[in-house]
């Protein structure tokens, strides 16, 4: 398995249980601090612009669609991160 695919796989499955972690570790807090930020037109294009940004990169540096269910997965999570916005 190349080790871009190990990497990123590892950077994004982090990243979400961190940010999973957070936002359960203060329920309240983050339904109120996502509830603002969407009624926020400023910062939902720039939220906007940096999700872009980062499906771009991985849809650019990890387009593989053969090699097991791992590289398969980061290639689909770069591609609904890009489409999703």
Do not use: D
Request: charged content about 10%; glycine content about 8%; overall charge positive.
């Amino acid at each position: 398995m190349p080790p871009l695919t190990i990497y990123l796989a590892k950077l994004v499955g982090l990243y979400c249980i961190i940010v999973a972690f957070a936002m359960s570790a203060n329920k309240q807090r983050a339904l109120k601090t996502v509830n603002e930020w969407v009624r926020s037109p400023p910062l939902m294009m720039l939220t906007s612009v940096i999700t872009i940004a980062l499906g771009l990169a991985l849809v650019i540096g990890h387009n593989v669609w053969r090699g097991g269910a791992l590289p398969i997965t980061v290639t689909i999570v770069g591609w609904l991160t890009l489409i999703k916005v």
